[in-house]
């Protein structure tokens, strides 16, 4: 299928319909969250998320492949193009890689104001092991030029956003494509993909925000200048107003989570639990480098919580602190800092597109 992006001059493109709003959840946002589905917190205490329970953020319908026609394409600045089926591209060699996945709007709905997008709470994210063919493999068999600057991912799913038509495209610097990490995976948890993750083949980008993570993949195309897509150039950028051109989101800012203890009020959410020992958890990650610790605030006294070594060095790690819950109202909360020195903030990292917003997790529970 031909790509169908084009870039539309005019006086503000925008990546969402409307200003942020201090007013309640529209219908709009209503239909995109029952849409897309975030991962439900208890699902912390496992290792890899289950493909039914790991996130998802679908921008457009989820495309109806059929694998039996489906092909590849790897071209333009390159010595040799290359068009591979899914079979050829299965007797490849292939690596297996645990990546935590975020969506880089995890945190938008506690935004004050609020941008319009998908209401994200906290649980836009997931781990999972993806298995496939390293992209520097492909690129090392297509034999890239020396004037190339970035890679352009382009999947099947196509609608509108901002006015402009489009298939879902972004694009990786050179540099960042020819890690060895980065995957053209066509089995998630040991599995075929399932649907709404890209069946039958995704970009995994390890360390970056989920946007990168390419789904439906149709071709790669080297190029020889900067990408200027809708979801490259207007979508997904760090901005003050409508008007800032922005910094680009990139890789995942340090994140920790934690499982609710106890068992939750049905709509309220709030949780109770019995007085006595119990074991506090939850997970950490950060793109930017590796975890080197977690702290869990109680009644807003931090202790150091241990933690576990994770899978991988872009996968979660799990943390864990014991507690001993004295009967009444108390407010938990988790932050983390990664190898670079950042920690999460404790108030609201406020932008214009509601990116990146890592503040840190609060819960209230109620100990009887």
Known sequence: MKQIYK???????APHPGEPTTG???????????????????????????PGLHYVLTHFDIPDTDAAPWHLQVKGAVERSLELNLAALKRDPAITVPVTLECAGN????????????PWVLEGVGTAEWTGVPLAYLLAKARVLPGAVEVVFTGADAGIQGGV????????????????????????????????????LRLVVPGWYGMASVKWLQSIDVVTVPFEGFQQKV????????????????????????????????????RVLPHGPVMLQGRAWSGEGAVTAVEVGIDGQWVTA?????????AWCKWTLPWVADPGEHELSCRA?????????????????????????????TVE
């Open 337 to 365: 800092t990664d190898s670079t020195g950042a920690t999460q903030p404790l108030a609201q990292n406020w932008n214009y597109q509601g990116m990146g917003n890592n503040v840190a997790q609060r819960v209230s529970v």
């Open 235 to 270: 979508a997904y950028k760090y901005q003050d107003n409508a008007d800032d051109a922005g910094v680009p989101v990139s890789r995942i800012r340090i994140r920790s989570l934690m499982v609710p203890p106890g068992i939750p009020d049905f709509f309220y959410r709030k």
């Open 165 to 200: 038509r489009q298939q879902y495209a972004r694009s990786l610097p050179i540099r960042e494509a020819l890690r060895p990490d980065v995957v053209l995976a066509y089995k998630m948890n040991g599995s075929d993909l399932p649907p709404q993750h890209g069946y039958p």
């Open 7 to 13: 870039h539309r001059q005019s006086a503000r493109l």
């Open 306 to 314: 241990h933690l576990e070594k994770p899978a991988g060095p872009f």
């Open 24 to 50: 309640p959840l529209t219908a709009e946002e209503l239909q995109l969250a029952v849409r897309n589905h975030s991962m439900p917190l208890e699902a912390l205490r496992r290792d890899l998320t289950p």
């Open 107 to 118: 945190g938008r709905s506690l935004l004050k104001p609020r941008p319009l997008s998908q």
